[in-house]
């Protein structure tokens, strides 16, 4: 019998080559050892609810009151819920005609996309216009619609930022275009050099590759820094020399666990540096409700906000969006609370400020208590998480670890990743997922397990770490042939 | 300057290419009148809850609670919620960890998949495995991860019915490959016939092309036709004589409007024909919320059921479905309740059978009042609806009238279309958008409109038509030269 269409050497080669480490082989075996009845720490992904955070309170009762309009009607519907929440829903159900169980315009509900010009106006100082903001199930979607309406095909490249999050070397193989490495400098705190990224795109071109867009992570994933006003300056005179599409992956921008280097957003940088660049460089940011102290990730609502593109692109970005008829609806709401969020004076502001500063400061508490916990180990080092929600040390194997897992068949970090899962039930990601230097290992976890429950979990993984090195390294020279 | 990467010039050609006439030139028209102050009726789009229908309440009661579960330790919470609906959002809740603000695993929580085999199974007496079913934002998004996963490039041809929802020909523009068109016969009720099918895929070959799958859509989307079971078994031998994947669209499947002709699943008629074969076709069957009584649009949930599609092509599937994290979790509940839905005994059983059964009769009652209607004007004809949720009546345009489109630069339907929208205030979307015969006419309107305003909306479309047609028929020949 001739290969079907879908047996596994027949399908899209594109779909065979994207990676995503993610929920790779490590998320794979600890799901597996979950069945299995072991206890499974996952920070593997930035999934703050299955870590035990809560939801804000008054965005889920807003959206609850939308789901159930009949509620409004309901004389107990006040014992239940507080007045601004019951009038905020009635706001959102004003804009969307039919409710929760209609198809939105394909670009999201008009109102909503006004709150999120608002939002950006405020926080920049520069106007927004709604008209260019798309909403999206998730940052993730947003991305992937902006990068196949850039890539072409293999001769497409894109600049991404090594180590990166995997979304985006996964969406340009599926797009079948290149990606263009640039590598963050881990001794300069992760920071990113105008001089390395003229040498990533002079080797591009010398391949033949066109490179059309730079991705920018800040606050890094898996990297944790957070970009100066001055580096970015020197980014975006980068790409309009080049004549690239920056891409401002900005979904971290509440989480910021510093005063020093405060986010602060391309387009405000790109407004700031006026005409002619302010007027030309095509810029597209990227946001989402299910970061920062919302972690709304099952919900899949996003943003994007295109500047400097023209009107007929536009256009077609709106034709393919509506080919999938429209981003979820609840998700809408969430991200009109997330940039339009309850007001001093308001019944539930003192509740929600409590709440998000409350989220917020512990996740403050426990970038530090996660990095000075990683330093304090054999052979780790590791950059204080300046913002997202990610520690990503460098774990220093001892060669006879390396050797270990040549014979095991592993990547040198998956070996001691999978190691580290099976001892201790944490479950992380390794480097190489990301991309790293050759010869330099990394894991990326999260900060997010509870606070209470970090200092266990940071012993125990001292333990593991620690005893792995003393079992792998050399300590006996002599008896090395 | 030359061209920056998003200037329309150098995006992505396939962009360009695709079409979506449901949200095309009649649909920005409508908008723009409505924005103007004109009263529209949007029948463009199979969207019930912007046309008045209202949601089952038990579902959105569950949903609700689960977006709000610190209701659940209020001791008011009976004031507002019945019992089953408070049993059913911890029946939920306690699937998925960390609720609705949590990823879920990428191919949807488990307990819902389970629940959605237990359905088929019903459905169909056959075993259905929750492994081999995926749960999805809406089924456009399941059509989109399978065709991608099939389509490698231009060489690569998907067999689609024309007329044919457009979510297919965008689709395989935008993954670049090649539609391949097989007619339904509107004289014999949009039926399909195995030899048309043959031709087309001789043909296909003739220039290059592979076929490696076909499309059909049951019932029939714009063409409201329901599939018999002979039908069905020519069609899936037909795939597996010419080594076809079979995409079985049965988002419809709740929508039947006549009793002659019952939904029959492919799966089950698959299943039926026995090995080998039952044990060998590929087969990938599409179902929703959005659809069926439930008209749950704007939530955007669906599923897929994978049938003899080995093992590592559903691990490839579930790779590209982790990219995106997880489908939005709200959705997923209301797919669960879809697929187990209060039963004889539950409070809420009485309820939830009067809403449904409600709007389903209705449903029936305006199929019917539409093709009639339809039926009665000057030039047209219509196959009556007997399934899904559209008529797809066929304009005769007179010579005078095509001859006027060619002057105003239009194609005639669209011509006759923006004609009708003008004048009546009716969204309708030009059968062109679907593909129709040569020199031959359509529309397609949704049959959502409220039953109420059926007869209102029936006779202003006649007495637009029957003056268009007096208007541009020739009832004196000699005047023409």
Redesign the interface.
């Known amino acids: 019998?001739?290969p079907?269409?879908?047996?596994?050497e027949?399908?899209?080669?594109n779909?065979?080559r994207?990676?995503?480490a993610?929920?790779g082989e490590l998320y794979l075996r600890a799901s597996e050892l979950q069945k299995e009845g072991k206890k499974i720490i996952f920070t593997n992904?930035g999934?703050?609810?299955?870590?035990?955070q809560r939801?804000l309170?008054f965005p889920?009762?807003v959206?609850?009151?939308c789901?159930?309009p009949?509620?409004l009607e309901?004389p107990?519907?006040g014992?239940?819920f507080p007045a601004d929440a019951i009038a905020r829903a009635k706001h959102y159900l004003s804009m969307?005609?039919?409710?929760?169980?209609?198809?939105?315009d394909?670009r999201g509900i008009p109102g909503v996309r006004k709150e999120v010009a608002e939002f950006i106006q405020r926080r920049d100082g520069y106007p927004s216009d709604p008209e260019l903001i798309y909403l999206t199930?998730?940052a993730?979607?947003g991305v992937?619609q902006i990068l196949?309406?850039?890539?072409?095909g293999q001769g497409d490249g894109i600049l991404v930022p090594v180590p990166q999050y995997?979304?985006y070397s996964?969406?340009i193989a599926?797009h079948g275009g290149s990606l263009v490495p640039y590598y963050l400098e881990e001794t300069e705190n992760w920071g990113l050099d105008a001089n390395d990224l003229r040498q990533a795109v002079s080797q591009a071109r010398y391949k033949g590759i066109t490179v059309?867009?730079m991705v920018i992570i800040n606050p890094g994933n898996p990297t944790g820094q957070c970009l100066s006003e001055a580096n970015l300056r020197e980014i975006l005179r980068f790409c309009y020399q080049e004549?690239?599409?920056l891409l401002g992956d900005e979904v971290y921008q509440q989480n910021i666990y510093q005063d020093e280097r405060p986010f602060v957003s391309s387009k405000k940088v790109l407004m700031d540096m006026g005409p002619p660049i302010s007027r030309?460089l095509?810029l597209?940011s990227f946001h989402t409700v299910s970061k920062g102290y919302w972690?709304?990730?099952?919900?899949?609502g996003g943003y994007y906000e295109?500047t400097?593109?023209?009107p007929?692109?536009v256009d077609?970005?709106y034709?393919?969006a509506?080919?999938?008829?429209?981003?979820?609806?609840?998700?809408q709401i969430f991200m009109g609370l997330m940039v339009n969020p309850p007001k001093p004076g308001d019944i539930s502001y003192d509740q929600y400020v409590r709440e998000s500063k409350g989220i917020l400061d512990s996740l403050r508490r426990r970038a530090r208590l996660m990095t000075d916990g990683f330093n304090s180990c054999r052979n780790v080092v590791c950059n204080f998480t300046e913002g997202a929600m990610y520690s990503f040390p460098q774990i220093r194997l001892p060669p006879r670890a390396i050797e270990a897992a040549k014979q095991a068949g592993k990547v040198p970090d998956v070996f001691y990743c999978l190691k580290l899962l099976e001892a201790t039930g944490i479950s992380t990601v390794p480097g190489s997922g990301f991309g790293q230097k050759e010869g330099v290992f990394h894991l990326r976890t999260t900060i997010l397990p509870a606070e209470e429950e970090m200092p266990a979990i940071m012993s125990s993984f001292k333990k593991f770490n620690d005893e792995f090195m003393e079992q792998y390294e050399d300590h006996r020279g002599y008896s090395r042939m």
Not at 148 to 152: D, Q, V
Not at 322 to 331: G, R, Y
Request: aromatic letters at 4%; charged letters at 15%.
């Open positions: 019998m001739p079907r269409p879908l047996d596994f027949s399908i899209n080669e779909v065979k994207a990676q995503y993610v929920r992904v999934n703050p609810h299955a870590l035990g939801p309170t889920r009762q959206v609850a009151l789901q159930a009949f509620l309901d107990n519907v014992l239940l969307a005609p039919g409710g929760l169980g209609a198809y939105s394909s199930d998730g993730s979607k992937m196949s309406t850039i890539i072409r995997p979304l996964a969406t599926l059309r867009a004549n690239l599409v030309e095509q597209v972690g709304e990730c099952g919900q899949r295109m400097n593109i023209p007929e692109t077609e970005i034709k393919v509506s080919v999938s008829l429209s981003p979820n609806v609840p998700a």
